[in-house]
T-cell receptor
Framework: QKEVEQDPGPLSVPEGAIVSLNCTYS??????FMWYRQYSRKGPELLMY????GNKEDGRFTAQVDKSSKYISLFIRDSQPSDSATYLC?????????????FGKGTLLTVNP | DSGVTQTPKHLITATGQRVTLRCSPR?????VYWYQQSLDQGLQFLIQ???????AKGNILERFSAQQFPDLHSELNLSSLELGDSALYFC????????????FGQGTRLTVV
């Protein structure tokens, strides 16, 4: 079983839709949860990070972490064509040798005008 | 622009050869991370350096090595290249040990023929 599972999609939605992106994980040592956006031929760009369980909101983006279910989500409200990209979840432990980020494979999102 | 600079952007080389990828981190960032991104494996952590010293190792092959210099730039050396080494190689940097807020460069696309 992979440490982080993410549905690769592709996901296609109309402009203005609410988008839900999800990842599940198996490593209970993960405590930091990140979402990255990657446009084609570009490097990943950090969108949000959350420590432990709970919600975090930033503009149109909301990140949710449910550690009891080992499940994280990213919601995008009022999606725009400029949101079309691959979204990667990433996770890490805390301290010690847990410096690496473990990524999901990414979900390709297309927002149609 | 993340502030992380990677050179070259593209590299085509033959099997058995050796190449060096270069990374300049964001100004003031002490940590540098190297990642490999391929279609089948996704983003995989290779190695981390912190202020010139190796901090963590991931799925890095013995044919690969890295170092961080006193001016904090880093180089990833790939030798005895194989077709399967063709991938995007990303460098990321973060302030001290804030690895949850890593900023990625644009990547070097390596093609081994």
């Amino acid at each position: 079983q992979k440490e982080v599972e993410q549905d690769p999609g592709p996901l296609s939605v109309p402009e203005g839709a609410i988008v839900s992106l999800n990842c599940t994980y198996s490593n209970s040592a993960f405590q930091y949860f990140m979402w990255y956006r990657q446009y084609s031929r570009k490097g990943p760009e950090l969108l949000m990070y959350t420590y432990s369980s709970g919600n975090k909101e930033d503009g149109r983006f909301t990140a949710q972490v449910d550690k009891s279910s080992k499940y994280i989500s990213l919601f995008i409200r009022d999606s725009q064509p400029s949101d079309s990209a691959t979204y990667l979840c990433a996770m890490s432990g805390r301290g010690g040798s847990n410096y690496k980020l473990t990524f999901g494979k990414g979900t390709l999102l297309t927002v149609n005008p | 622009d993340s502030g992380v600079t990677q050179t070259p952007k593209h590299l085509i080389t033959a099997t058995g050869q050796r190449v060096t990828l270069r990374c300049s981190p964001r100004s003031g960032d002490l940590s540098v991370y190297w990642y490999q991104q391929s279609l089948d494996q996704g983003l995989q952590f290779l190695i981390q350096y912190y202020n010139g010293e190796e901090r963590a190792k991931g799925n890095i092959l013995e044919r690969f090595s890295a170092q961080q210099f006193p001016d904090l730039h880093s180089e990833l050396n790939l030798s005895s290249l194989e077709l399967g080494d063709s991938a995007l190689y990303f460098c990321a940097s973060s302030a001290q040990d804030r690895y949850t807020e890593a900023f990625f460069g644009q990547g070097t696309r390596l093609t081994v023929v």
